[in-house]
Nanobody
Framework: QVQLVESGGGLVQAGGSLRLSCAASGTISRINNMDWYRQAPGKQRELVATINNGGGTNYADSVKGRFTISRDNAKSTVYLQMNSLKPEDTAVYYC?????????WGKGTLVTVSS
């Protein structure tokens, strides 16, 4: 079992920045990729960024150049640095941990970007 706890969401003005954190606990040795997803009201959940065990990263086109995903293995924590935020970035952001058997999800943290 893996437990994920997100933090760092909040209200920010357009153009501002936030840093989200996702702390993992439990059987973390089974984790391969860790991802950030988001779900805006009335929309499907979408993949925002992913980082693998080797530190390789991928981003959705909508956030490239603005968001950075990073991973601190010593702290079992993944971060999402979000800069130049836009109102369309408003969503609940979820952390996801992939193991060979199952995907684990956190409960999410709300990010609201005002115009």
């Amino acid at each position: 079992q893996v437990q994920l706890v997100e933090s760092g969401g909040g209200l920010v003005q357009a153009g501002g920045s936030l840093r989200l954190s996702c702390a993992a606990s439990g059987t973390i040795s089974r984790i391969n990729n860790m991802d950030w997803y988001r779900q805006a009201p009335g929309k499907q959940r979408e993949l925002v960024a992913t980082i693998n065990n080797g530190g390789g990263t991928n981003y959705a086109d909508s956030v490239k150049g603005r968001f950075t995903i990073s991973r601190d293995n010593a702290k079992s924590t993944v971060y999402l640095q979000m800069n130049s935020l836009k109102p369309e970035d408003t969503a609940v952001y979820y952390c996801n941990a992939n193991t060979p058997e199952v995907y684990y999800w956190g409960k999410g943290t709300l990010v609201t970007v005002s115009s």
